[in-house]
């Protein structure tokens, strides 16, 4: 059995620091040695506790200059969108209109969805990104192209096919029989296989009818330990939208709860204009919500806020996204650099070990996936990036005034971007180096 | 006589696309020949129009997959703060207290302020600026350690030393008599020489006495062609207190025209609240605003209103700033990026023509420099950037979806950084090359 070895300096998290603050949430080594056998890590510590236990013979790859962590989490990101990235001049539903799906169109074609797929899955490795919760589009080899290609790299990644059978141009229509068993085929294909599971994928409420959304539930709860994704309340006009088609229910998330598709493994993307009782709704069902900075920025949806998301009374799940295409990065250090000024901007400043705490173990944790992928323990799957702590020259010159972890991560997320990727190991193997 | 010829597809502003709208702005060539000669542009326009002119023997560089544009205008910037970039967790006066004043005392040693210069040039020469609006601090030689070097390449540079006589520590205070006297040294030292200008430079109302802010409008007054730079309405505790401080005045604008450091070729960053009747007094004197988009996110200053600033009824003078170290990015192409978001926030969709205006020709005209660069034509100092349209992975990918040019320079603001800056020409020379 080979034994794979990094040194450098490497920081994980052990609690959700929102919850128990900072200091009590991370573990930092300034000089960590991190063991890797078939594909987890086998131990984690100081390169002074761990050196003896070195077995002879082993490679040593020594990351000077470089803090290693778990591999970021996207909790929310289109793959198909991959080719609209920085689409000018509009808000959500005139996006959808004009943008979304005259591009998700395309992907009857089964080649052009494996060629995005490989884009897609390459540029979130160039960001250090190793799981990520995608939505395909209606056609259900979108999801095969994708799984064929996370496949190969070993990825642990959850997607699913949308469901959408109203209030979009007909050639993004299914059906709530067809999309149910259009899922179900999917689930019975890939659920499951290797490290990749399946994510019953209602687009959001607008776009499916009652019978769908019903349909989807039963789908979910024929199925346990798949996951839901969806969207919910991320612009002022779709929230007032869901009202008029869905009157009868009390809110937006009510939609959801009412059909069945709220619970323990149901993600949510956005959550701008979340009220009160829906927070504690969330919270109370082990909910997650995707924090999705730069998309709510390059769409004016509105500034999320992590206070209500976090309120210690009834704290809710919640991860970073990238939100492709909508937003604008691949990048979670990125996302972070925006998340922080949607705090400020808001009277919060979100430190930077809340920020790496949800774009690593904050997603794990929202996908239920905290003992597997997110953090750096014994036992964990080997899903690592190794950042590069002077990628760019300003950078650099930044580093040498940095008196703390916090402040190294600080600018990292301030000025790092997909430069900052040295190298990510996916189940022990590197998939990526610069 | 030497010609330099540069080949690529080239964009130029001819009007200000807010006034005269975007399709009667600019001018665009797919195919361009820039000629080059004396460190002027001598011709410009289509290779087909000017090809049979190229003197002979003369060399051709040819930027395939680049645009040729105006080398960026950052009209403002602490350049002392460069290495205090991405400091956490303040809003504007505390920001100030914390880091600023700590960073700009280490200026006293001259060598300190030369080594900070230097990497300040390079980073902003990275970034395809070639013209800056910079503030030393309060020590004289700030200045002589930024010009010195700025002379070396024979930059366009405005820059002065801080003008400061009360409320910040005393290490940093100089007195209404010795900033007069060192701002006077400096403007017979170094205003007009060469491509260098003097900026008579206090930092704002708070940090002055009624004293100074009087003796810095006589200085101005006394040395016609040099620029006042200050800063306005970033903050709503900032204005507050210069409420407090000065309760005589109308409104904060008022305490500048008061004291006589109002009117052209004078410079206010932010302006992030100023109100109707401050707007329209600073149109009918041309003074111009300086918008800071990541440095108002990052300490959540708030949202600039491109309306306001532009309503055609009495549009002012408005140019981009970066606003290094409260900002987060030398790059004009990150700065766009985070402008088109503010926009977002408030409504507003800024098009890309208008924010590349901004970043060259609307800097230019804020500066009163429009006859000499932010624009490519015959006669204008040859301060040129080509950026490299396929400078990242994704940037390439992205590209290739684009169908005009308005989407082209979207995509390079959305997606760019100083990746994209291919090379940097200052008056002629090739300065900067990837």
């Known amino acids: 059995m080979t034994t794979k070895i990094l040194r450098g300096q490497a920081l994980t998290f052990k ?68 080719e609209i990235i920085g689409a000018y001049g509009k808000q959500l539903l005139d996006w959808l209109n004009n943008y979304t799906f005259v591009a998700e169109q395309k992907f009857a074609d089964k080649n052009h969805a494996t060629e995005v797929a490989k884009v897609f899955i390459k540029e979130s490795l160039r960001s250090g990104t190793t799981t990520s919760l995608v939505f395909g589009t209606v056609h259900e080899h979108s999801v095969d192209a994708l799984f064929e290609e996370a496949e190969k790299l070993n990825l642990r990644m ?60 039963e789908l979910w709860k024929e199925h346990p330990g798949t996951y839901v994704q969806t969207h919910i309340s991320e612009n002022l006009g779709e929230i007032a939208w869901v009202k008029e088609l869905f009157p009868e229910r009390s809110d937006y998330l009510d939609v959801y709860d009412h059909y069945g598709l709220l619970g323990e493994r149901s993600l949510y993307a956005h959550g701008v204009h979340l009220t009160e009782s829906e927070w504690a709704r969330m919270h109370k069902c082990g909910a997650a919500v995707c924090h999705c900075s730069t998309s709510n920025q390059f769409l004016g949806s509105g500034l999320f806020s992590f206070e209500k998301a976090k309120d210690k009374t009834r704290p809710v799940k919640t991860g970073l996204g ?102 990510v190991y996916v189940a022990g193997e590197k998939v990526y180096g610069k």
């Not at 007909?170 to 999917?186: C, F, H, I, R």
């Not at 190794?386 to 010159?397: A, E, G, I, N, R």
Request: glycine share 8%.
């Open 158 to 217: 959850v997607a699913g096919k949308v469901l959408m059978d109203r209030n979009a141009p007909p050639a993004l229509l299914d059906t709530a029989q067809k999309g149910y068993d259009e899922s179900k085929a999917l689930i019975k294909r890939w659920h499951g296989k290797g490290r990749l599971s399946y994510a019953i994928t209602p687009r959001f409420a607008p776009t499916s009818t009652p019978e769908q959304l019903k349909m989807a539930g």
């Open 15 to 82: 609690a959700d620091p929102f919850l128990v603050g900072d200091d009590q949430s991370f573990q930092y080594e300034s000089d960590a040695l991190v063991m890797i056998e078939d594909g987890k890590i086998k131990s984690f510590g100081s390169y002074a506790s761990l050196k003896d236990s070195i077995p002879e013979g082993s490679e040593v790859t020594d990351y000077k200059n470089s803090l290693i962590i778990p591999g970021f989490v996207d909790t929310h990101v289109h793959y198909p969108q991959t």
């Open 322 to 423: 990238t939100d492709i295409g909508a937003g604008t990065s691949f990048s979670h250090l990125q996302t972070m650099n925006e998340s922080y000024k949607i705090g400020q901007l808001s009277g919060y400043s979100l430190s930077s070990l809340k920020a790496f705490y949800l774009a690593t173990k904050g997603g794990a944790e929202s996908l239920y996936m905290e003992d597997k992928v997110g953090s750096i323990a014994p036992g964990m799957e080997a899903d690592l990036v190794v950042l590069d702590l002077k990628s760019t020259p300003l950078m650099d010159f930044r580093m040498g005034f940095c008196k703390d972890i916090n402040e190294v991560l600080f600018i990292l997320m301030t000025l790092g971007d997909d430069r900052a990727t040295e190298s």
